[in-house]
């Protein structure tokens, strides 16, 4: 079946714009994690979703980034004025459920650069 | 912070089992180790988890120690498209969201 794809791909943006990235979870799949990848580091948790409400935000580096996913399925990761620390690879995982078994599989991510 | 402390890098000849060890010495009893791998510009991929029994799939074996504090991946028949970055990682308990990654394990392949 699908797996959980992300859009775009790739994303340049200058300091200080919007941006918007988008997940599309595994159909089915209750919960959704949104994570930030600096180059040469492990995948740093932002924020999950359970249904449609953030379940857990706490990774969130600011004010600048949000995250909505209105009906429970697909989400966008929203960040305004951008700066160039916010270049990172943005990776999206889901999975069945919340439980501690429950696997999450992820998205290959969308890569962020801030000119 | 990761629960958990893996070497940073390991070689494998190809076709020869790799063994990736992980210590996890603060793991609690409700806790699960979990394995990805990353490879290069790709998302992490799902490998295999286990709570407290060794676990076999179509991709790896996991061997948890009987104390729980440690554990290991076996890849049984390495190929050069098993080079990777290994992460282990622990969850569960307080914290049923989110994973928290390390820095893995980069495992090299050779012919």
């Known amino acids: 079946g699908a797996g959980v794809s992300q859009t775009p791909s790739n994303k340049v943006t200058e300091k200080g714009k919007y941006v918007e990235l988008r997940c599309d979870p595994i159909?089915?799949?209750?919960?959704l994690y949104w994570y930030r990848q600096s180059l040469g580091q492990g995948p740093e948790f932002l924020i999950y979703?359970?249904?449609?409400?953030?379940?857990?935000d706490s990774g969130l580096p600011n004010d600048r980034f949000f995250a909505v996913r209105p009906e429970g399925s697909v989400s966008t990761l929203k960040i305004q004025r951008t700066e160039r620390g916010d270049s990172a690879v943005y990776l999206c995982?889901?999975?069945?459920?919340?439980?501690?078994?429950?696997?999450?599989?992820f998205g290959p991510g969308t890569r962020l650069t801030v000119l | 912070d990761a629960k958990t402390t893996q070497p940073p890098s390991m070689d494998c000849a190809e076709g020869r089992a790799a063994n990736l060890p992980c210590n996890h010495s603060t793991i609690s009893g409700n806790e699960y180790v979990y394995w990805y791998r990353q490879i290069h510009s790709q998302g992490p991929q799902y490998i295999i988890h286990g709570l407290k029994n060794n676990e076999t799939n179509e991709m790896a074996s996991l061997i948890i120690t009987e104390d729980r504090k440690s554990s290991t991946l076996i890849l049984p028949h390495a190929t050069l498209r098993d080079t990777a970055v290994y992460y282990c990682?622990?969850?569960?308990?307080?914290?049923?969201?989110?994973?928290?990654f390390g820095k893995g394990t980069k495992l090299s392949v050779k012919p």
């Open positions: 990682i622990v969850r569960g308990g307080g914290s049923q969201g989110n994973l928290i």
């Open positions: 979703f359970q249904g449609t409400g953030a379940a857990d």
């Open positions: 995982a889901s999975s069945p459920g919340i439980r501690v078994g429950d696997t999450q599989y």
């Open positions: 159909s089915g799949h209750t919960a």
